[in-house]
């Protein structure tokens, strides 16, 4: 079963955030009030601007979240079923919501994620590039893509990171 991504509608209030331990360090949720919109391994994720001086903290709001994810690091969880709402361009959401279709213990390439989307090889670039712009890293699961040749690249968390997680899901690593 695939992820809804939806399309976020503009905040009509402060961003409200939380942290959460994980095995794989701090993770900071960010939110509406209605759906998540950011899951980002600690402050020093590359694609993380900071928690902004209007930002509430609400650890309420993320209640499903916090437990979803720890039975996901408990190999308890495959498919998380969560309200989300990442803010991107129409091609960026149409990469995330492709990735939301990779089963957990399976891995694709780039060029795999292109031709799932009806494009030729050639655009494993900017799949790369939207892959890479996923600002809700696990629940979105941007960790499940790998290079060509098999090898770990490109983790906004960091490749031990990725390779915890795609450890935990039982993924064949070269």
Known sequence: ?????????????????????????ELLLTGDGEAITGLYMGVEHRHFAGIGADWVSDAGQFGAAKAQLAAYFG??????DLPLAPRGTPFQRQVWQALTTIPWGHTTTYGGLAHQLGRTATASRAVGMANGR???????????VIGATGDLIGYGGGLPAKRHLLTL?????V
């Open 75 to 80: 190999a308890e969880l495959r498919e998380f």
């Open 1 to 25: 079963m695939s992820h809804p991504v939806t399309l976020a509608d503009p905040l009509t209030g402060p961003t409200r955030y939380c942290t959460v331990d994980s095995p794989v360090g």
């Open 134 to 144: 996923n600002p809700i890293s696990i629940i979105i699961p941007c960790h499940r």
């Open 169 to 173: 899901e039982g993924s064949t690593l």
